[in-house]
């Protein structure tokens, strides 16, 4: 989801067919099912050398499939170890309204140049995302700071927030109203099959992070005898979709909060911001209060804090950088925390993602339509979620009043997928814990690799070798690990971060080279 904040279906199965061929057959290219114009590529204008982008065009609507449609853009980095050819492997990065362009680019690295060259690396902007055309663009300076706080601190405050929502889905409908009818992710999903279509593939491999998962899940159910390979890593509850979600968020991003509250007074001697971390987060909060009186430089209010800060929830090698920032900032600096919002906060100029976001999760599934059922359930949560619970309420309030009622989300249903594997962490905040649980269960045949304590999103092709071991094993020739009562396997955490030497020069630059990396951000 995308941020969750800032950041990362529905009806009708379709269960046919049994589903994993052999690795000798699978991945062979076959004759398409029916007669989607093959993609006509050329070098990508903007990604490296060799990766090729194209567009397919799908129906609309896909119970008017003659009627009109839309382009989605698809990118590819071919494979050249054609003795050992697998076929094409699609990527999503999540939120919904994340861009896969650039994933053939980024999986080389990440699954290793002998395994990548093994499969047509193929990545895709979902439609309405990015280069895929139309794009979903509803308010491009919705997230120009600085903007009201997101803490009512009165019934009037929480109300012009409602209405600042309901005036978000209403320039969504006068923008792109026919569109929005059409932007669940059964959609994408069955977009994905005409990508497979286009592409002349029997089957397609699927990697998917935080909602890209449920992409996954919901392309498998759909179409189970499509599928070859299935990795799902950092995974959306499919019980939980999509109010009910965000609400466990609040609670995982609380609990990661303190977790980095504690690490900043773990090293008071760095940062000086208290030795225990309940000090540090009052030290966080007053910040916070001093930013909504007076913000930083004209750009970093309360709301931008927040959105910062939010990324230490999705990736803990961000830690030493937003504490440093924090800790300069309470000492008169404010430059660090500005260039910090910058990296990590700043979504102005452009709401592309986040009015794709709003026309997936807002259609998928049904939203209390009473701002009563709001107003209790998420001040129940603030009560003992404050970080995240309302900046999180009002990235999610215009579906309150979106103009296309949510139906009922798709049952996903795994008991045809014979092979898939899939990765959790316990301290996920983004996707918690509990929705690796359930999504196994789903996938009764599915393997689930557990990392113990992390409390990272996303966690293959970072370079943790028990989980890379698997995946990579996995993708090569369909080994799985052994099936255990609850997950199948446990693979240690990296270490907590350590503050670098230098810690008084650091300012914007990104701590690691994975940084840029956190599917399902919003």
């Keep these: 989801m995308k941020k969750i904040l800032i950041a990362l279906a529905t009806a009708g ?86 861009s896969g362009r650039a994933y053939p680019v980024v999986m080389q690295t990440r699954l290793g140049a002998a395994l990548a060259a093994q499969y047509d690396l193929i990545g895709f902007d979902p439609r309405g995302v990015g280069a895929s055309e139309p794009a979903l663009s509803c308010d491009p300076h919705f997230f120009d700071p600085v ?13 012009a ?59 498998a159910t759909l179409f189970p005898s499509k599928v070859r390979r299935l990795v799902l890593d950092s995974i959306v509850n499919p019980e939980r979709v999509w109010y009910d979600a965000n609400i466990d968020q609040n609670h995982a991003f609380e609990a990661r909060a303190k977790d980095f509250f504690a690490w900043i007074a773990k090293y008071d001697a760095t940062y000086h911001l208290g030795t225990n971390g309940a000090d540090v987060e009052k030290a966080f909060y007053a910040t916070r209060a001093k930013l909504k009186a007076t913000p930083a430089e004209g750009r970093v209010g309360p709301d931008e804090l927040d959105d910062t800060y939010l990324a230490g929830g999705y990736l803990k090698s961000r830690w030493p950088l937003l504490a440093n920032a924090l800790s300069k900032y309470v000492a008169g600096d404010t430059a660090p925390l500005v260039a910090a919002y910058g990296t990590y906060g700043d979504s102005s100029g452009d709401d592309n993602g986040f009015a794709v976001y709003s026309a997936v999760e807002c259609s ?49 249903d795994g008991r045809a997928i014979k092979n898939a594997l899939f990765f959790q962490d316990t301290k996920d905040a983004a996707t918690p814990y509990q929705g690796g649980v359930e999504m196994h269960k789903r996938f009764p045949s599915s393997r689930l690799v557990v990392m113990d304590g992390g409390g990272n999103h996303g966690l293959t092709g970072r370079g943790n070798a028990c989980i890379d071991d698997i995946w990579k094993a996995y993708l090569t020739d369909g080994t799985l690990p052994a099936s255990l009562p609850g997950p199948d396997a446990h693979c240690a955490p990296f270490p907590d971060p350590v503050p670098p030497a230098a810690a008084t020069t650091l300012r914007s630059a990104p701590t690691s080279a994975d940084d840029d990396w956190a599917p399902g951000e919003r």
């Excluded at 449609?69 to 054609?82: P, Q, S």
Aim: glycine share 10%.
């Design 161 to 219: 927030w409602v209405k600042r929502m309901q005036g978000y889905s209403k320039a969504c409908d006068a923008a792109h109203g026919e569109l929005l009818r059409h932007m669940t992710t059964v959609d994408a999903a069955k977009d994905m099959d005409e990508i497979r279509k286009a592409l002349g593939q029997k089957q397609i491999s699927y990697v998917g992070y935080s909602y890209g998962t449920y992409l996954g899940a919901t392309y």
């Design 13 to 98: 199965l379709g269960l046919s067919g049994a589903l994993i061929a052999s690795p000798a057959t699978a991945g062979t290219q076959q004759a398409p099912d029916h007669t989607t114009p093959a993609p006509q590529w050329a070098q990508c204008a903007d990604l490296p050398e060799g990766i090729e982008c194209a567009t397919v065009a799908v129906p609309l609507d896909y119970s008017r499939p003659w009627s009109r449609t839309v382009k989605i853009a698809v990118t590819r980095k071919k494979a050249t170890d054609t003795a050992h050819y697998q076929g094409a492997i699609l990527f999503n990065p999540g939120g919904p309204g994340g």
């Design 147 to 159: 903007r009201p706080d997101y803490i009512p601190s009165t019934f009037a405050e929480e109300a």
């Design 364 to 412: 998928d599934a049904r939203w209390p339509r009473d701002w009563g059922t709001w107003h209790r359930d998420w001040w129940e949560s603030y009560r003992t979620a404050p970080f995240l619970t309302w900046g999180n309420a009002w990235y999610n309030a215009q579906c309150q009043s979106w103009p296309v009622r949510g139906g009922h989300p798709a049952r996903i």
